[in-house]
Protein backbone atom coordinates (compact mmCIF):
# COMPACT_ATOMS: atom_id res chain seq x y z
CA UNK A 1 0.00 0.00 0.00
CA UNK A 2 1.01 3.30 -0.74
CA UNK A 3 0.26 5.24 2.34
CA UNK A 4 0.64 8.96 3.28
CA UNK A 5 0.41 10.89 6.68
CA UNK A 6 -0.45 14.39 6.80
CA UNK A 7 -0.63 16.50 10.32
CA UNK A 8 2.13 18.33 11.99
CA UNK A 9 5.32 18.23 12.59
CA UNK A 10 7.17 20.18 15.63
CA UNK A 11 9.10 20.12 18.05
CA UNK A 12 8.31 18.98 21.68
CA UNK A 13 9.29 20.76 24.60
CA UNK A 14 8.31 18.46 27.13
CA UNK A 15 8.39 19.11 31.51
CA UNK A 16 7.86 17.24 34.10
CA UNK A 17 6.20 18.33 37.62
CA UNK A 18 7.03 16.66 40.53
CA UNK A 19 3.49 17.19 42.14
CA UNK A 20 0.11 17.31 41.23
CA UNK A 21 -2.02 19.73 39.20
CA UNK A 22 -5.42 18.55 40.81
CA UNK A 23 -3.36 20.21 44.17
CA UNK A 24 -3.35 23.36 42.78
CA UNK A 25 -6.88 23.73 41.74
CA UNK A 26 -9.45 25.22 43.04
CA UNK A 27 -12.88 24.72 42.38
CA UNK A 28 -14.51 27.66 42.85
CA UNK A 29 -11.74 29.34 41.42
CA UNK A 30 -11.62 28.07 38.25
CA UNK A 31 -12.97 31.24 36.55
CA UNK A 32 -9.90 32.81 37.39
CA UNK A 33 -7.34 30.66 36.72
CA UNK A 34 -3.56 32.02 37.64
CA UNK A 35 -0.59 28.99 37.81
CA UNK A 36 2.61 28.51 37.38
CA UNK A 37 4.37 24.82 37.99
CA UNK A 38 8.04 24.72 38.88
CA UNK A 39 9.41 21.81 36.87
CA UNK A 40 12.02 19.62 37.41
CA UNK A 41 13.64 19.14 34.12
CA UNK A 42 13.15 19.68 30.13
CA UNK A 43 13.46 17.54 27.63
CA UNK A 44 13.28 18.90 23.99
CA UNK A 45 12.73 16.33 21.45
CA UNK A 46 11.20 15.71 17.74
CA UNK A 47 7.47 15.44 17.71
CA UNK A 48 4.10 16.57 15.59
CA UNK A 49 1.40 13.69 15.05
CA UNK A 50 2.37 13.32 11.11
CA UNK A 51 6.04 12.62 11.75
CA UNK A 52 5.35 10.33 14.57
CA UNK A 53 3.28 8.10 13.13
CA UNK A 54 5.43 8.09 9.94
CA UNK A 55 8.51 7.33 12.81
CA UNK A 56 6.42 4.51 14.18
CA UNK A 57 5.53 3.15 10.55
CA UNK A 58 9.28 3.57 9.55
CA UNK A 59 10.74 1.26 12.41
CA UNK A 60 8.11 -1.28 11.41
CA UNK A 61 9.57 -1.44 8.25
CA UNK A 62 7.24 0.46 6.48
CA UNK A 63 8.26 3.73 4.18
CA UNK A 64 5.32 6.03 4.39
CA UNK A 65 4.87 9.71 2.85
CA UNK A 66 5.08 12.51 4.83
CA UNK A 67 2.51 15.45 3.81
CA UNK A 68 3.02 18.60 6.31
CA UNK A 69 4.36 22.20 6.39
CA UNK A 70 7.43 22.51 7.82
CA UNK A 71 10.16 25.68 8.30
CA UNK A 72 13.77 25.73 7.10
CA UNK A 73 14.75 24.02 10.81
CA UNK A 74 13.58 21.19 9.37
CA UNK A 75 16.60 19.93 7.58
CA UNK A 76 17.98 17.53 10.61
CA UNK A 77 14.95 16.76 11.48
CA UNK A 78 14.37 15.35 7.77
CA UNK A 79 17.37 13.49 7.90
CA UNK A 80 16.18 11.59 10.91
CA UNK A 81 13.04 10.35 9.30
CA UNK A 82 14.38 9.87 6.42
CA UNK A 83 16.96 7.13 8.25
CA UNK A 84 13.90 5.17 8.88
CA UNK A 85 12.20 5.15 5.66
CA UNK A 86 9.92 8.05 6.07
CA UNK A 87 9.65 9.66 2.55
CA UNK A 88 10.06 13.35 2.90
CA UNK A 89 9.99 14.45 -0.54
CA UNK A 90 6.39 16.42 -0.43
CA UNK A 91 6.63 18.00 2.34
CA UNK A 92 6.15 21.90 2.47
CA UNK A 93 8.92 24.21 3.50
CA UNK A 94 7.93 27.64 4.72
CA UNK A 95 10.41 30.68 4.11
CA UNK A 96 9.27 32.51 7.01
CA UNK A 97 7.78 30.86 9.88
CA UNK A 98 9.55 28.08 11.56
CA UNK A 99 8.64 24.22 12.52
CA UNK A 100 5.79 24.09 15.16
CA UNK A 101 6.90 23.55 18.64
CA UNK A 102 4.60 21.30 21.21
CA UNK A 103 5.03 22.34 24.95
CA UNK A 104 3.83 20.27 27.44
CA UNK A 105 4.27 19.66 31.34
CA UNK A 106 3.26 16.19 32.91
CA UNK A 107 2.58 15.65 36.69
CA UNK A 108 3.35 12.41 38.49
CA UNK A 109 -0.30 11.03 37.45
CA UNK A 110 0.83 11.50 33.95
CA UNK A 111 -1.95 14.62 33.73
CA UNK A 112 -1.07 16.82 31.08
CA UNK A 113 -0.89 21.05 30.18
CA UNK A 114 0.15 21.61 27.07
CA UNK A 115 -0.01 24.60 24.32
CA UNK A 116 0.99 24.20 20.48
CA UNK A 117 2.31 26.84 18.50
CA UNK A 118 1.47 26.06 14.91
CA UNK A 119 4.42 28.15 12.92
CA UNK A 120 4.89 26.82 9.60
CA UNK A 121 2.04 24.18 10.04
CA UNK A 122 -0.52 27.15 9.28
CA UNK A 123 0.16 27.06 5.60
CA UNK A 124 -0.22 23.32 5.61
CA UNK A 125 -3.23 24.44 3.16
CA UNK A 126 -0.59 25.10 0.08
CA UNK A 127 -0.36 21.28 -0.04
CA UNK A 128 -2.37 19.76 -2.97
CA UNK A 129 -2.79 16.31 -2.08
CA UNK A 130 -4.36 15.01 -5.53
CA UNK A 131 -0.90 16.77 -7.12
CA UNK A 132 0.86 13.99 -4.71
CA UNK A 133 -1.37 11.30 -5.54
CA UNK A 134 -0.36 11.85 -8.84
CA UNK A 135 2.78 12.62 -8.80
CA UNK A 136 3.60 8.79 -6.43
CA UNK A 137 1.06 7.03 -8.87
CA UNK A 138 -1.37 7.10 -6.49
CA UNK A 139 -2.01 6.67 -2.97
CA UNK A 140 -3.96 3.72 -1.18
CA UNK A 141 -4.81 5.64 2.32
CA UNK A 142 -4.19 8.60 3.64
CA UNK A 143 -4.15 9.76 7.49
CA UNK A 144 -5.39 12.77 8.00
CA UNK A 145 -4.29 13.73 11.51
CA UNK A 146 -4.70 17.42 13.40
CA UNK A 147 -3.14 20.14 11.33
CA UNK A 148 -4.20 23.59 10.12
CA UNK A 149 -8.10 23.20 10.21
CA UNK A 150 -8.49 24.57 6.15
CA UNK A 151 -5.53 22.15 5.56
CA UNK A 152 -7.69 19.24 7.41
CA UNK A 153 -10.43 20.00 5.00
CA UNK A 154 -8.60 20.08 1.85
CA UNK A 155 -7.26 17.15 2.59
CA UNK A 156 -10.53 15.41 3.07
CA UNK A 157 -11.91 16.89 0.62
CA UNK A 158 -9.41 15.77 -2.48
CA UNK A 159 -9.70 12.50 -1.14
CA UNK A 160 -13.61 11.85 -1.67
CA UNK A 161 -12.65 13.47 -4.91
CA UNK A 162 -10.20 10.98 -5.85
CA UNK A 163 -11.76 8.10 -4.56
CA UNK A 164 -8.55 7.67 -1.68
CA UNK A 165 -9.58 5.93 1.20
CA UNK A 166 -8.82 7.93 4.56
CA UNK A 167 -8.45 7.75 7.75
CA UNK A 168 -9.96 10.75 9.99
CA UNK A 169 -8.26 12.14 13.18
CA UNK A 170 -9.15 15.07 14.59
CA UNK A 171 -7.42 14.80 18.02
CA UNK A 172 -6.30 18.00 19.41
CA UNK A 173 -7.80 19.80 16.77
CA UNK A 174 -11.14 19.32 17.91
CA UNK A 175 -11.73 22.32 20.38
CA UNK A 176 -10.44 24.04 17.46
CA UNK A 177 -12.96 22.83 14.82
CA UNK A 178 -17.11 24.01 14.68
CA UNK A 179 -19.59 21.56 14.61
CA UNK A 180 -19.20 21.77 10.58
CA UNK A 181 -16.01 21.43 10.04
CA UNK A 182 -15.92 18.36 12.38
CA UNK A 183 -18.81 16.88 10.28
CA UNK A 184 -16.85 17.39 7.33
CA UNK A 185 -14.01 16.12 8.42
CA UNK A 186 -15.34 12.72 9.30
CA UNK A 187 -18.00 11.77 7.26
CA UNK A 188 -17.05 9.05 4.71
CA UNK A 189 -14.21 8.29 6.30
CA UNK A 190 -12.75 4.32 6.23
CA UNK A 191 -11.79 4.31 9.88
CA UNK A 192 -12.07 7.05 12.27
CA UNK A 193 -9.26 7.42 15.37
CA UNK A 194 -10.39 9.31 18.64
CA UNK A 195 -9.78 8.20 22.68
CA UNK A 196 -12.43 8.00 24.81
CA UNK A 197 -12.82 11.59 25.90
CA UNK A 198 -12.71 12.36 21.55
CA UNK A 199 -15.27 10.29 21.09
CA UNK A 200 -18.16 12.19 23.74
CA UNK A 201 -16.33 15.53 22.26
CA UNK A 202 -17.22 14.10 19.08
CA UNK A 203 -20.42 12.81 19.54
CA UNK A 204 -21.70 16.48 21.23
CA UNK A 205 -20.09 18.50 18.36
CA UNK A 206 -21.57 16.63 15.29
CA UNK A 207 -24.78 15.88 16.68
CA UNK A 208 -24.94 12.21 16.28
CA UNK A 209 -24.93 9.64 18.02
CA UNK A 210 -22.18 6.70 17.99
CA UNK A 211 -24.88 4.52 15.73
CA UNK A 212 -25.05 7.49 13.41
CA UNK A 213 -21.02 8.18 13.53
CA UNK A 214 -21.18 4.14 12.51
CA UNK A 215 -23.26 5.05 9.40
CA UNK A 216 -20.40 7.48 8.21
CA UNK A 217 -17.57 5.30 8.76
CA UNK A 218 -16.45 2.25 8.22
CA UNK A 219 -14.16 1.57 11.35
CA UNK A 220 -14.67 3.37 14.45
CA UNK A 221 -11.27 2.52 16.78
CA UNK A 222 -11.53 4.66 20.37
CA UNK A 223 -8.75 4.44 22.89
CA UNK A 224 -9.58 3.69 26.48
CA UNK A 225 -6.34 4.34 28.19
CA UNK A 226 -4.92 1.84 30.10
CA UNK A 227 -8.81 -0.10 29.40
CA UNK A 228 -6.82 -0.71 26.16
CA UNK A 229 -9.08 -0.44 22.34
CA UNK A 230 -12.60 -1.03 21.27
CA UNK A 231 -13.41 -0.93 17.51
CA UNK A 232 -16.66 -1.00 16.29
CA UNK A 233 -17.99 -0.64 12.68
CA UNK A 234 -21.16 -0.73 10.60
CA UNK A 235 -21.13 -4.37 10.03
CA UNK A 236 -21.48 -5.24 13.58
CA UNK A 237 -17.61 -5.57 14.72
CA UNK A 238 -17.19 -5.02 18.70
CA UNK A 239 -13.18 -6.04 19.43
CA UNK A 240 -11.94 -4.88 22.84
CA UNK A 241 -7.97 -5.27 22.82
CA UNK A 242 -6.43 -4.90 26.28
CA UNK A 243 -3.06 -2.92 26.54
CA UNK A 244 0.56 -5.03 26.03
CA UNK A 245 2.11 -4.22 29.97
CA UNK A 246 4.82 -1.83 30.35
CA UNK A 247 7.73 -2.64 31.81
CA UNK A 248 8.35 1.12 33.28
CA UNK A 249 5.90 4.17 33.09
CA UNK A 250 8.06 7.68 31.58
CA UNK A 251 5.81 9.83 29.32
CA UNK A 252 2.95 8.89 27.53
CA UNK A 253 3.20 11.98 25.38
CA UNK A 254 3.24 10.41 21.32
CA UNK A 255 1.54 6.86 22.98
CA UNK A 256 -1.51 7.28 20.59
CA UNK A 257 0.51 8.46 17.49
CA UNK A 258 2.72 5.00 18.26
CA UNK A 259 -0.77 2.76 18.38
CA UNK A 260 -1.66 4.63 15.05
CA UNK A 261 1.13 3.76 13.32
CA UNK A 262 1.10 0.13 14.72
CA UNK A 263 -2.47 0.04 13.58
CA UNK A 264 -1.29 1.29 10.04
CA UNK A 265 1.45 -0.98 9.34
CA UNK A 266 -1.02 -3.76 10.55
CA UNK A 267 -3.47 -2.27 7.59
CA UNK A 268 -0.38 -2.35 5.17
CA UNK A 269 0.00 -6.16 6.37
CA UNK A 270 -3.50 -7.06 5.72
CA UNK A 271 -3.93 -8.57 9.23
CA UNK A 272 -7.07 -8.74 10.76
CA UNK A 273 -8.14 -5.60 12.74
CA UNK A 274 -7.82 -7.59 16.23
CA UNK A 275 -4.17 -7.68 15.34
CA UNK A 276 -3.57 -4.09 14.24
CA UNK A 277 -4.52 -2.85 17.59
CA UNK A 278 -2.23 -5.32 18.63
CA UNK A 279 0.42 -4.28 17.31
CA UNK A 280 -0.22 -0.88 18.05
CA UNK A 281 -1.01 -1.02 21.72
CA UNK A 282 2.46 -2.94 21.91
CA UNK A 283 3.83 -0.08 19.79
CA UNK A 284 2.55 2.36 22.55
CA UNK A 285 3.85 0.59 24.94
CA UNK A 286 7.25 1.09 24.11
CA UNK A 287 7.07 4.82 24.24
CA UNK A 288 5.40 5.32 27.06
CA UNK A 289 8.72 3.58 28.26
CA UNK A 290 10.66 6.31 27.12
CA UNK A 291 10.75 10.37 27.11
CA UNK A 292 10.27 11.77 23.55
CA UNK A 293 7.97 10.07 21.03
CA UNK A 294 10.53 9.32 18.50
CA UNK A 295 13.14 7.76 20.96
CA UNK A 296 12.05 4.34 21.19
CA UNK A 297 13.89 1.14 19.39
CA UNK A 298 13.08 -2.40 18.86
CA UNK A 299 14.65 -5.36 18.01
CA UNK A 300 13.03 -7.79 15.93
CA UNK A 301 13.37 -10.65 18.62
CA UNK A 302 12.22 -8.49 21.59
CA UNK A 303 8.85 -7.20 19.90
CA UNK A 304 7.56 -10.70 18.55
CA UNK A 305 8.28 -12.14 22.15
CA UNK A 306 7.02 -9.15 23.89
CA UNK A 307 3.83 -9.61 21.32
CA UNK A 308 3.11 -12.93 22.33
CA UNK A 309 3.74 -12.51 25.89
CA UNK A 310 0.67 -9.93 25.76
CA UNK A 311 -2.02 -11.32 22.71
CA UNK A 312 -0.01 -15.24 22.52
CA UNK A 313 1.43 -16.99 19.29
CA UNK A 314 -1.48 -16.20 17.14
CA UNK A 315 -0.63 -12.65 16.12
CA UNK A 316 3.24 -13.24 15.85
CA UNK A 317 2.32 -16.27 13.70
CA UNK A 318 0.10 -13.73 11.24
CA UNK A 319 2.73 -10.59 11.28
CA UNK A 320 6.47 -11.98 11.70
CA UNK A 321 7.19 -12.22 8.08
CA UNK A 322 5.87 -8.70 7.49
CA UNK A 323 8.44 -7.30 10.23
CA UNK A 324 11.84 -8.33 8.81
CA UNK A 325 13.26 -4.91 9.08
CA UNK A 326 11.75 -4.20 12.53
CA UNK A 327 14.33 -1.29 14.03
CA UNK A 328 16.53 -0.80 11.73
CA UNK A 329 17.16 -0.01 7.97
Same mark, same amino acid.
Given at each position: ?????? =?????? !????????????????????????????????????????????????? =????????????????????????????????????????????????????????????????????? /??????????????????????????????? /?????????????????????????????????????????????????????????????????????????????????????????????? =?????????????????????????????????????????????????????????????????? !????????
Amino acid at each position: MQIAIT =GSVATD !HLMTFPGLFNDSLMADQLHNVSLSFLVDDLQIRRGGVAANICFGIGVLG =GQPLLVAAVGKDFADYQAWLQEYGVVCDHVHVSKTAHTARFMCTTDQEQNQIASFYPGAMSESSELDLQ /AIAEAVGGLDLVLIGADDPAAMIAHTQACRS /AGIDFIADPSQQLPRLSPEQTREIIDGAAYLFNNEYEATLIETRTGWTHEDILQRVGVRVTTLGKNGVHITSRDGLDIRVPVAQERVIKDPTGV =GDAFRAGFISGLNWGVSLEHCAQVGSLLATYVIETVGTQEFGLERSDFLDRLTEAYGSGVVDEIQE !HVTHVGSR
